[in-house]
């Protein structure tokens, strides 16, 4: 990390509340994230995308018997 000079106390007061800035910044990112992964985890949306898979699997499982049953 480089080390920053200042010449005066206001200059140090303007770093500060930058610093102080970004850290709340950073803050309300965190909590909008987990938000949004905790929105993501519902259990409709999982099983939302499940549903959508769920047809195309038993699709898929039927022609394969079908196909056994024609092969023998």
């Known amino acids: 990390m480089r080390q920053r000079q200042f010449t005066s106390f206001d200059e140090i007061d303007e ?3 930058i610093l102080k800035l970004q ?3 950073d803050q309300e990112s ?24 769920l047809p195309k699997l038993i699709i898929s499982f039927m022609a394969g018997k079908l196909m056994k049953r024609l092969r023998s």
Do not use: V
């Not at 909008?32 to 519902?42: A, F, P, Y």
């Open 15 to 17: 770093r500060l509340k």
């Open 30 to 53: 965190i909590k909008l994230n987990w938000n949004r992964t905790k929105s993501g985890l519902n259990p409709a949306n999982i099983l939302g995308n499940i549903g959508g898979l």
């Open 23 to 25: 850290r709340e910044i």
